[in-house]
């Protein structure tokens, strides 16, 4: 089987999250008896680590990925699902994000002749949902049983206009802000009786709406507030409104924590009656380019692609996360990421067959 052919089969799988549709039985049967898998499944989400010990050298390699795909949508011009073939490009569900990576990497991972120290693989069937019982919980059994890898590669699309221009060494975090302005309701011909929310945080807006938290550095961008959401009132023209409700969200770096956002906001807000809390949605992790995976990338991208890639943190969130916050040093490398979760999603047979060998390549030189 080659790769093209794994990955079609991978691709007519209907893996619509959190549901795997039988792809991690048939990924068990690919990889064989060679290697050892364990399992971790709760509340409806199927977990799966793969591994394959070539010797006894703590040296621990994990790829990383998921099998789960967001819901088809409408408008498609193919069957999401058939994964045929059409000039060199495969249009399905999943192409981009993220099965190109999956089978970049089992078929990478199936065919290594040898390896300093352990291969493995990490795969769940909940990363585009909530995420909450897969690729975290298997790194906690992980660290339970005293098995967590030193490096991994997360298999997710990171390219921008190059097949091999971008690799992502960290990403940032996510916290999310909502902010309750309290006021005092009237009539608007009698504007003195009021405590109006809007004109008085009119004056503030200015200093919170993209407002920089930090200077960023030679990884991420500057940690900006960006507002999300504003509302007040009963939707009529002679009554001032009670209150004022705003939500806002910082994609923040390692140099701007969750307090820092929340000291920004109270010392704005001084002066005023308000409600305020905060969320952390993901915390922000980098790897530091001198790590031996992200050199060891930078080697295998070039010789195979002959690309000079970048580092990136750019973007949104993924499951690389998980893995910085247990100490293992991650990054994450794959196609193309311009259609992702979109009508008519799409890859090429070129893209997948690069990122095989750029993969094959990294464990022998590993």
């Known amino acids: 089987m080659t790769v093209i052919e794994l990955f079609q089969k991978l691709l007519r799988f209907k893996s619509i999250t959190p549901d795997d549709d039988g792809a991690f039985d048939f990924i068990e049967e690919y990889l064989g008896d060679t290697w050892t898998c364990i399992k971790v499944d709760m509340e409806g989400v199927k977990n799966r680590f793969f591994y394959k010990k070539f010797n006894d050298k703590k040296q621990h390699l994990c790829f990383a990925g998921h099998i789960d795909v967001v819901p088809v949508g409408e408008g498609w011009n193919v069957d999401p699902f058939a994964a045929d073939i059409v000039d060199g490009v495969i249009t399905a569900r999943g192409t981009q994000d993220m099965k190109s990576g999956d089978a970049a990497f089992l078929y990478a991972c199936k065919h290594a002749v040898d390896f300093d120290g352990t291969l493995s693989i990490l795969m ?5 949902g909530e995420g909450t019982y897969g690729t975290i919980k298997m790194l906690e059994h992980l660290k339970e049983i005293d098995f967590i890898p030193n490096y991994a590669v997360v298999a997710e699309p990171t390219c921008e206009e190059v097949f091999g221009d971008a690799i992502k060494v960290g990403r940032r975090g996510s916290i999310n802000g909502y902010i309750t302005i309290k006021g005092k309701q009237g ?3 009698y504007p003195e009786k009021c405590i109006n929310p809007v004109h ?21 961008a500057p940690s900006k507030m960006v507002i999300t959401d504003i509302r007040g009132g009963m939707q009529v023209t002679n009554v001032t409104p009670p209150d004022l409700k705003l939500m806002f969200n910082v994609r923040n770096s390692t140099n701007t924590k969750r307090e820092d956002v929340e000291n920004f906001i109270h010392k704005n807000l001084e002066g005023l009656e308000y409600d305020f809390r905060t969320t952390q949605g993901s915390f922000p992790f ?3 380019k001198e790590s031996k995976v992200v050199k060891a990338m930078e080697n295998s991208i070039e010789k195979i692609l002959n690309v000079t890639t970048k580092h990136s943190t750019a973007g949104g969130t993924s499951d690389a996360r998980y893995f910085g916050a247990f100490g293992i040093e991650a990054i994450e490398f794959g196609v193309i990421n311009d259609t992702i979760h979109s009508v008519g999603e799409r890859t090429t047979v070129k893209e997948v067959e690069g990122l095989t060998e750029v993969y094959m390549d990294l464990i022998k030189n590993f």
Do not use: C, Q, R, W
Request: glycine fraction near 6%; aromatic fraction near 10%.
């Open 286 to 288: 980098v790897t530091n």
């Open 187 to 189: 009539h608007a011909a």
């Open 200 to 220: 008085n945080f009119a004056e503030i807006l200015p200093k919170l709406a993209g407002h920089n938290l930090d200077n960023g550095d030679e990884y991420f």
């Open 124 to 128: 769940t069937s909940d990363e585009e």
